[in-house]
């Protein structure tokens, strides 16, 4: 049976002592889980050993650790795939999660972080009007487009690696996030603005999501909780009109009638347009504050001041703009969720390596 | 190689740089690059944020010009680019129903239509798998020797691993340093290298979005870098030009140069530090080019 180094993070609070590494070998055959190689340390080297775990099958997210750096579920996680993800092909890196207190060794404080953000977003359904006689009835295509978001099993691996909340411990986050839109998706709720008002315009809630991917890449049951956040933004400000605090919607708006009106991207507009243009008393402080970027970047000849003022046209830029009336004018936004309608083919970009076909298929 | 070159909108506005330094370099890599200069803006996740159908035409648009060319495969220099648009060509691929409604809006508005399975790479892509290691190697005249390089890669290019093709075979979250080190420099391993650099967020909350930029530059110093290389002109308006505003931001000095991969190829290949570019930098590159011979070397 191969062998395998489990390099584990250890730390006991009671003890004193400073968090450290420990080595074990593990006997297993490479298809067992890093849980169960932990579990075997545990009962042949070391029984101090603490991690949360339950079900063993990815369903209850019990086990949520680092692997090699990256957040997973210990359970879902291959040894054979741990050890070739690792450095030197062999030793296999064991953390607790991150963005959230350690408790011991591998188990974090659930509680203090990813629970009350959970809570800070109401997660229950607020109807509104008298209870119908019987049950709700739900439209299908509305149960659907809130499946994603009931797939979570609230591990925490995606609050874990989100790169906003490392920086920005306030913010919501991409779990308690995705739960917010099963409510708002509901058409049993009755709170719909509210809800998004409120997210939208608390400093640390769906405007503060940095679109980095991680909790997509993290999340071991494809909720991606990142596409959540942003059908929240969509129906907040889109359908919603919520004008926030933060310029969320003022910088997606400007950003997509910057390209409606230029075809490319017109950036020294784009900044002030942010905040309500260039003359607008909320623009004035940020572009001030920006001074120390602008006047180096003006004085190197990085940005020169006609090129500031004037920004060429797309030649076929009344095409943009014919798209923009077309796709716009729809009674309804149509999106296509792959989540749910799956693959009709094998991708193309995995195989794209392999055979060059070049832009001609 | 002939290439359907997409710049993107950064690289010709506020990083003219980019562009510059690789115009400069792909004669010298045997890359012929054919511009769509008639192409659109990739969105860069706002516009797909608004409307995915909208940022999908858009794209489509895009892929269908580069299409009509007579070339081997569409390329661009900007991970956020790579990133919007692969997700928008997922979409398009997976779904025939779906693709059939998207081409017909663009026949009827723009008379053009896309074809399913497009070739899009970052030039960091195609540096590794379609010029090869070994021949960017033969073609360096001036070893990045004692130059020590931290890699920061942007988000958009090493995540989701699945939509952008990383596995095995292609481990495309490894190029950055597979190139530093073909280049004769010495790779710099740092927390910041796949992090994000915060920009996406600069208008909305730019405390947490510095922090983040300030903290891996930060990173970088504390490791000794000499300087960092990006394939993100998105990335490099927070790490080099927001630089003075992020030191505020967390406190410290950081006088970290950023170069552009193109860059770093260039000084490479014996290219003028000025011919790419690179003084037009917020953050002179002063530790990794001695100016007064146009070395490269560390500052010591």
Same mark, same amino acid.
């Given at each position: 049976?191969?062998?395998?180094?489990?390099?584990? #993070? &250890?730390?006991?609070?009671?003890?004193?002592?400073?968090?450290?590494?420990?080595?074990?070998?593990?006997?297993?055959?490479?298809?067992? =889980?890093?849980?169960?190689?932990?579990?075997?340390? #545990?009962?042949?080297?070391?029984? =101090?050993?603490?991690? +949360?775990?339950?079900?063993?099958?990815?369903?209850? /997210?019990?086990?949520?650790?680092?692997?090699? /750096?990256?957040?997973?579920?210990?359970?879902?996680?291959?040894?054979?795939?741990?050890?070739?993800? =690792?450095?030197? /092909?062999?030793?296999?890196?064991?953390?607790?999660?991150?963005?959230?207190?350690?408790?011991?060794?591998?188990?974090?404080?659930?509680?203090?972080?990813?629970?009350?953000?959970?809570? +800070?977003?109401?997660?229950?359904?607020?109807?509104?009007?008298?209870?119908?006689? #019987?049950?709700?009835?739900?439209?299908?295509?509305?149960?659907?487009?809130?499946?994603?978001?009931?797939?979570?099993?609230?591990?925490?691996?995606?609050?874990?690696?989100?790169?906003?909340?490392?920086?920005?411990?306030?913010?919501?986050?991409?779990?308690?996030?995705?739960?917010?839109? &099963?409510?708002?998706?509901?058409?049993?709720?009755?709170? $719909?603005?509210?809800?998004?008002?409120?997210?939208?315009?608390?400093?640390?809630?769906?405007?503060?999501?940095?679109?980095?991917?991680?909790?997509?890449?993290?999340?071991?049951? /494809?909720?991606?909780?990142?596409?959540?956040?942003?059908?929240?933004? +969509?129906?907040?400000? =889109?359908? $919603?009109?919520?004008?926030?605090?933060?310029?969320?919607?003022?910088?997606?708006?400007?950003?997509?009638?910057?390209?409606?009106?230029?075809?490319?991207?017109?950036?020294?507009?784009?900044?002030?347009?942010?905040?309500?243009?260039?003359?607008?008393? #909320?623009?004035?402080?940020?572009?001030?504050?920006?001074?120390?970027?602008?006047?180096?970047?003006?004085?190197?000849?990085?940005?020169?001041?006609?090129?500031?003022?004037?920004?060429?046209?797309?030649?076929?830029?009344? $095409?943009? +703009?014919?798209?923009?009336?077309?796709?716009?004018?729809?009674?309804?936004?149509?999106?296509?969720?792959?989540?749910?309608?799956?693959?009709?083919?094998?991708?193309?970009?995995?195989?794209?390596?392999?055979?060059?076909?070049?832009?001609?298929? | 190689?002939?290439?359907?070159?997409?710049?993107?909108?950064?690289?010709?506005?506020?990083?003219?740089?980019?562009?510059?330094?690789?115009?400069?370099?792909? *004669?010298?890599?045997?890359?012929?690059?054919?511009? @769509?200069?008639?192409?659109?803006?990739?969105?860069?996740?706002?516009?797909?944020?608004?409307?995915?159908?909208?940022?999908?035409?858009?794209?489509?648009?895009?892929?269908?010009?580069?299409?009509?060319?007579?070339?081997?495969?569409?390329?661009?220099?900007?991970?956020?680019?790579?990133?919007?648009?692969?997700?928008?060509?997922? !979409?398009?691929?997976?779904?025939?129903? %779906?693709?059939?409604?998207?081409?017909?809006?663009?026949?009827?508005?723009?008379?053009?239509? %896309?074809?399913?399975?497009?070739?899009?790479?970052?030039?960091?892509?195609?540096?590794?798998?379609?010029?090869?290691?070994?021949?960017? !190697?033969?073609?360096?005249?001036? *070893?990045?020797?004692?130059?020590?390089?931290?890699?920061?890669?942007?988000?958009?290019?090493? !995540?989701?691993?699945?939509?952008?093709?990383?596995?095995?075979?292609? *481990?495309?979250?490894?190029?950055?340093?597979?190139?530093?080190?073909?280049?004769?420099?010495?790779?710099?391993?740092?927390?910041?290298?796949?992090?994000?650099?915060?920009?996406?967020?600069?208008?909305?909350?730019?405390?947490?979005?510095?922090?983040?930029?300030?903290?891996?530059?930060?990173?970088?110093?504390?490791?000794?870098?000499?300087?960092?290389?990006?394939?993100?002109?998105?990335?490099? @308006?927070?790490?080099?030009?927001?630089?003075?505003?992020?030191?505020?931001?967390?406190?410290?000095?950081?006088?970290?140069?950023? @170069?552009?991969?193109?860059?770093?190829?260039?000084?490479?290949?014996?290219?003028?530090?000025?011919?790419?570019?690179?003084?037009?930098?917020?953050? !002179?590159?002063?530790?990794?080019?001695?100016?007064?011979?146009?070395?490269?070397?560390?500052?010591?």
């Amino acid at each position: 049976m191969p062998e395998y180094t489990l390099k584990i #993070r &250890r730390y006991s609070p009671e003890t004193g002592d400073a968090a450290y590494w420990e080595e074990f070998k593990v006997d297993l055959e490479g298809h067992r =889980s890093v849980l169960e190689g932990i579990l075997s340390a #545990r009962a042949t080297t070391d029984g =101090s050993i603490g991690i +949360r775990c339950s079900c063993r099958a990815a369903i209850c /997210g019990s086990c949520a650790v680092r692997i090699n /750096g990256k957040a997973d579920l210990a359970c879902h996680h291959h040894l054979d795939h741990a050890a070739a993800e =690792s450095p030197d /092909g062999n030793t296999i890196t064991v953390e607790p999660m991150g963005n959230m207190p350690i408790i011991k060794d591998l188990i974090v404080d659930m509680d203090a972080v990813h629970w009350k953000k959970i809570q +800070r977003v109401t997660p229950w359904l607020l109807p509104e009007g008298p209870e119908p006689e #019987r049950e709700y009835i739900v439209p299908h295509e509305n149960m659907v487009d809130v499946t994603q978001t009931m797939a979570c099993i609230q591990c925490g691996a995606c609050v874990s690696d989100c790169l906003s909340m490392e920086v920005d411990p306030l913010f919501i986050g991409p779990a308690a996030l995705a739960k917010a839109y &099963r409510f708002v998706g509901d058409p049993r709720d009755g709170q $719909q603005y509210e809800r998004l008002k409120d997210l939208a315009e608390d400093p640390h809630g769906i405007y503060d999501c940095t679109h980095c991917f991680m909790c997509i890449e993290a999340c071991p049951k /494809g909720v991606a909780p990142m596409s959540q956040i942003m059908r929240l933004r +969509r129906v907040a400000g =889109s359908d $919603q009109k919520i004008n926030d605090r933060n310029n969320g919607y003022r910088h997606e708006k400007a950003f997509v009638k910057n390209i409606e009106k230029y075809g490319t991207l017109h950036e020294a507009n784009l900044l002030p347009d942010s905040y309500g243009g260039k003359f607008h008393p #909320r623009a004035i402080p940020v572009l001030a504050g920006s001074l120390p970027a602008i006047v180096p970047a003006l004085l190197r000849g990085k940005v020169t001041p006609a090129k500031a003022l004037h920004h060429h046209k797309l030649p076929d830029q009344k $095409q943009i +703009r014919a798209i923009y009336d077309t796709v716009e004018g729809r009674d309804s936004r149509n999106e296509l969720n792959l989540y749910i309608e799956g693959y009709e083919d094998e991708p193309v970009l995995k195989a794209a390596g392999e055979e060059e076909r070049g832009p001609h298929s | 190689m002939k290439v359907a070159y997409w710049p993107g909108c950064v690289s010709r506005g506020f990083t003219p740089e980019l562009h510059g330094s690789m115009a400069q370099i792909a *004669p010298m890599l045997d890359i012929e690059l054919v511009e @769509l200069d008639r192409a659109n803006c990739c969105g860069a996740g706002v516009i797909a944020e608004h409307n995915m159908e909208l940022a999908d035409t858009l794209n489509a648009r895009t892929f269908a010009l580069a299409q009509q060319t007579d070339t081997d495969l569409m390329m661009n220099i900007c991970s956020t680019c790579q990133g919007s648009q692969s997700e928008c060509q997922e !979409r398009l691929d997976a779904n025939t129903p %779906y693709r059939d409604s998207i081409n017909e809006t663009l026949k009827a508005e723009t008379g053009l239509e %896309y074809e399913r399975g497009i070739v899009n790479k970052n030039f960091l892509w195609v540096l590794v798998e379609d010029i090869g290691l070994d021949e960017l !190697r033969s073609r360096v005249v001036r *070893p990045l020797t004692n130059l020590k390089v931290g890699p920061f890669y942007g988000c958009y290019v090493v !995540r989701p691993t699945d939509r952008l093709g990383i596995d095995d075979e292609h *481990p495309r979250d490894t190029y950055m340093q597979q190139v530093i080190e073909a280049l004769g420099g010495t790779v710099i391993d740092y927390a910041g290298a796949y992090k994000c650099c915060g920009f996406p967020i600069i208008t909305m909350n730019q405390k947490a979005s510095l922090t983040m930029a300030g903290t891996h530059l930060g990173d970088a110093v504390d490791a000794q870098a000499d300087c960092l290389v990006t394939p993100c002109p998105l990335c490099h @308006l927070n790490l080099d030009l927001q630089q003075p505003v992020a030191e505020k931001v967390v406190g410290r000095e950081l006088k970290m140069p950023v @170069l552009h991969l193109p860059q770093l190829v260039g000084l490479a290949f014996g290219l003028e530090p000025k011919a790419l570019g690179m003084n037009k930098h917020v953050v !002179r590159p002063t530790s990794v080019i001695d100016w007064t011979q146009s070395v490269v070397g560390s500052a010591a």
